[in-house]
């Protein structure tokens, strides 16, 4: 996902944060998600449920199973998060300066119930599956992850848009001093990104909030972000605030910034090469032979990242080549 800057492929190990670390970082999030029960909400559900149990009883849904995992250091030392800088080692660097808790995502526009909420109220804990699901960013690498989350649908259904809702619109928070990459003006933040409502819908398209069976690390977009499996990484936001019901197809940051390079679709498209580049093979990060994509072998790009069978329905009758 780049226009101009030059790449950073290795980590050292002093920038690696070991899981032991991380998990001593997030015991305090864990805690609070369930000290945020206590403000009960019209949809509150956290309330009872002891500290352990949140991530445990995980029903199990798997999208590329027979597949390698890319590891624990590997998915969290090698990001896209430009809140934090451009460099891929930047968000394990500093994005333990976002404070994410307490943490509010307002809901608003076309739909019947509107307003703020907590963590704890937009997600049940019994709803919780892991998913594990193919990321492939536009760059041409990929990951494979864990994700634990929930169907967008089931909370977009809570909320009851009306039927002039054809979009969904999703915005990442803006603050300079816990996010120090907004500082540069490259982006006009808020980072921004949409949906069209039935893709929005599709069983697919979830909000997570952890992975490997934790919560989500700052890096990956805590406390909760969007997961979309057929599509360039990019369309998958993290660090959610805000989340439109929209009557227009709404503008998105990547699109602003390089129309002829990245649509409002961005369906993952080996048979349309990025202008810069060919989109028709990719490098599978596994994490464990250095954590960047340079010299590991390429594969083969699947058509809608593999996931065609899911989610083509969607797009019948339309030029994924006009529609990019
Ligand atoms: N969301 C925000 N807010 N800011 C970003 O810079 N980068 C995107 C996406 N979501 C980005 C974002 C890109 S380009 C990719 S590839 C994925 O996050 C990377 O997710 P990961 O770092 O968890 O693998």
Known sequence: MLIKFSKKYDTKPSEITSENNFLTRRRFIQSSLISGASLLSPLGVFAGQPTNNI????????FGANEKLTSFKG????????EFGTGKTDPAQYSHLLKTEPWTVEIMGMAKKTGKFSISDLIKPSELEERIYRLRCVEAWSMVIP????????????????????????????????????NSKFIDWPYIEGL?????????????????????????????????PWKYGFKSIKSIVKISFVENEPKTTWNQLAPREYGFYSNVNPNRDHPRWSQKEERRITG?????????PKIKTE??????????????????????
């Open 147 to 182: 994700w634990v989350g929930v169907p967008l649908s089931s909370i977009i259904k809570r909320f009851e848009p009306n039927s002039k809702a054809k979009y969904i619109a999703f915005e990442t928070l803006v603050d300079k001093k816990q996010m120090p990459g907004q």
């Open 196 to 228: 069209r409502m039935d893709e929005a819908m599709n069983p697919l398209s979830i909000l997570a909030i952890g992975l490997y069976g934790k919560p989500m690390p700052n890096q990956n977009g805590a406390p909760i972000r969007l997961v979309v």
């Open 303 to 324: 058509y809608l990242n593999g996931y065609a069978e899911e989610v083509a329905h969607l797009y019948k009758g339309m030029d994924l080549k006009q529609f990019f």
């Open 55 to 62: 991530f445990s009883n995980i029903k199990k849904m798997s």
């Open 75 to 82: 998915i969290t030392n090698y990001n896209n998060f430009y």
């Open 288 to 296: 464990e032979s250095g954590l960047g994509a340079l010299f590991t």
